[in-house]
């Protein structure tokens, strides 16, 4: 939060005419589309995004790939820029709660904050569901399993017994 503030901030000082001409670089539903869609799109392309990070970085992966390791950032970036061209129509492409909060807090319109929870709630949704689909159904996880969760090593107790 403090980094989107403190970007925000910074374009508001050196660029005050482009920051409010451009509402401030605020993330909002596109009048042409619908709360729902904007959400959509959200849910969409954080788990797009996420999908891809887990599976980019994925151990498994990189032990069988291990020949091209510096490709890694290839797929994030891509699945980045393809995130962007599909939702920049609809939404201004939040996919990060505290990218879209900075804007918002700094410009102070109404308007900021009408469809704030979208980028807070779209995320959460997409990256949730992109965490359970990579465990669960392309890593064969068993439903019991706690992904989300650390995992901690158990050691016996012992007592001490004369």
Known sequence: MLGSLSG????????E??????NGGTNFVNPAFSIPTGLAAEIVGTFVLVYVVYTATDAK????????PVLVPLP???AV??????TI???GTGINPARSFGPAALWGHKLAWDDQWI????????ATLAAFYNQYVIRC??????????????????????
């Open 89 to 91: 129509p609809i939404t």
């Open 8 to 15: 925000a901030g910074l374009v508001k000082a050196l660029q």
């Open 81 to 86: 820029f393809v995130v962007h061209l599909a």
């Open 119 to 126: 980028f807070w709630v779209g995320p959460f949704i997409g």
């Open 141 to 162: 996880l068993p439903l019991g399993s706690y992904f989300l969760l650390p995992t901690f090593p158990t050691f016996p107790i012992i007592s001490n017994v004369n």
């Open 61 to 68: 992966r990189r032990a069988r790939d291990s020949h091209v």
């Open 76 to 78: 994030i970036g891509l």
């Open 17 to 22: 005419n482009p920051f409010d001409e451009l």
